[in-house]
């Protein structure tokens, strides 16, 4: 059992940065590729950004292209979601979650195949 636990958010000005952080234990974490995903207000759950085991492959959504970066630290048991260019369309619960894989370079996106999810954690935009 993978207990996954996110911290990092708040509120921010647009423009504004912030770093949010998912931190996994209970389990082999470079056995599973991460995920962040998001929910607002009235909308259901989307994919935000994945990573695989290696790192070496990352998936993002169009939305926050250029603007977001997945990353992880296998030695910390930690994924990282640095956020830039906030928007007020970014306002949302922002959850992280994992799912076994069974290479190092496989990311997934679809919700339903996700394996664990933490509690989320609230990121608002000020406009």
């Known amino acids: 059992q993978v207990q996954l636990v996110e911290s990092g958010g708040g509120l921010v000005q647009a423009g504004g940065s912030l770093r949010l952080s998912c931190a996994a234990s209970g389990g082999t974490f470079s056995s599973y590729a991460m995920d962040w995903f998001r929910r607002a207000p009235g909308k259901g759950r989307e994919p935000v950004a994945a990573?695989?085991?290696?790192?070496?492959?990352?998936y993002y959504a169009d939305s926050v292209k250029g603007r977001f970066t997945i990353s992880r630290d296998n030695a910390k048991n930690t994924v990282y979601l640095q956020m830039n260019s906030l928007k007020p369309e970014d306002t949302a619960v922002y959850y992280c979650?994992?799912?076994?894989?069974?290479?190092?370079?496989?990311?997934?996106?679809?919700?339903?195949?996700?394996?664990?999810w933490g509690q989320g954690t609230q990121v608002t935009v000020d406009s």
């Open positions: 990573i695989s085991v290696s790192g070496r492959t990352t």
């Open positions: 979650a994992a799912v076994q894989v069974p290479l190092p370079t496989t990311v997934v996106v679809s919700l339903e195949k996700m394996n664990y």
